[in-house]
């Protein structure tokens, strides 16, 4: 059901319009239909009766409420926009933050937008994190990307969308939650909790950008490593959460892009992914650009559409997510 509005649509919102003047440099504005935001767990969250956080929302950016993170997720929601002309196919967005927090502002602004305009019905999940004493520990944010792509599968009928034909894109920490959602499907990671959970998860295709992968040394990515694993993780806990460690044949056709200039993340993450469904004979596409950056967006300084776009868009109609 439907949760009414709220501050988390309120933040919703504004983080969708956050790029919205660099959007209008790119392409005309976008209509969609008001943005629905759903708990992915008809009741408390699995795994919690050791959990003692309070939720909390942060601005980012002093003096911008727009740019906005959620710390010590409780109650993970899934938001959902329409295109005006659905193509019949989702994407589920998986937001970074360092498995420290979960942001809110490149994945859920222009990227959506250009989403959209592609005719997809846009999901964007907010998930727990690993250190916040849920049982589940480091597959925590796994079990809410699993019932995420449930609940769009559930819905997708009276949406108009193919339940076969949801993608997953994921961004930073986030691209570690959807790497491991693409080739972690066969696994419950969680008891059923209703019908929706009788329904796959293997999204249709993956799209990874920039993202956390590995958690192996010298390629890890320092903070999700330690929010995920601890200050003093073994070589067994590092290998089981290497999202490159664990991909089997039947992982879907995978899209990645990073910057080589980026400072946060090892563009190696990218590359051992890449290697990785290689060697399965996954159908894989890598693109890593000379510049960019960590969080490297829609558009570029001068505000034009950055080629990964065209790229992806070409790639998921190669696949037949969409024509």
């Keep these: 059901m439907a949760i009414e509005p709220n501050r988390r649509t309120l933040l919703g919102l504004t983080a969708g319009l956050a790029a919205a003047p660099a959007l209008a440099r790119a392409a005309q504005p976008v209509a969609a239909s008001k943005l629905d935001i759903f708990d992915l767990w008809p009741g408390p969250a699995p795994g919690g009766e050791k959990v003692t956080v309070t939720e909390q929302v942060i601005a980012r950016t002093p003096n911008d409420p727009t740019d906005t993170a959620f710390l010590h997720v409780t109650r993970p929601w899934l938001t959902m926009r329409r295109p005006v002309k659905p193509n019949g196919a989702a994407v589920l967005l998986i937001p970074g933050g360092g498995y420290r927090r979960v942001a809110t502002r490149k994945e859920g602004g222009p990227i959506d937008a250009w989403l959209l305009e592609q005719g997809l019905t846009v999901f964007a999940m907010d998930y727990r994190l690993p250190a916040d004493g849920w049982a589940a520990g480091p597959d925590v944010a796994l079990q809410d ?26 961004f930073s920490a986030g691209g570690h939650v959807a790497a491991r959602l693409a080739t972690q499907f066969a696994r419950e990671t969680y008891a059923p909790v209703d019908a929706a959970d009788k329904l796959p998860t293997r999204p249709f295709a993956a799209g990874l950008f920039y993202p956390v992968i590995t958690m192996t040394q010298p390629h890890a990515h320092a903070g999700s490593a330690t929010e995920l694993l601890g200050p003093s993780p073994s070589d067994a806990q590092r290998l089981a959460q290497s999202a490159e460690r664990q991909v089997p044949a039947d992982t879907p056709p995978t899209f990645i892009m990073a910057p080589a200039d980026d400072a946060t993340v090892p563009v190696e993450n990218s590359v051992l992914m890449w290697q990785a469904l290689r060697a399965q004979k996954v159908p894989v596409e890598a693109h890593l650009f000379e510049v960019g950056g960590h969080g490297m967006g829609l558009t570029g300084p001068d505000g034009k559409v950055l080629a990964w776009t065209g790229l992806l868009d070409a790639f998921f109609k190669r696949h037949g997510l969409y024509a």
């Design 145 to 170: 990307a699993q019932r995420a792509m449930r609940l769009i599968r559930a819905r997708a009928p009276s949406l108009g969308v193919d339940p076969a034909k949801v993608a997953a894109l994921g």
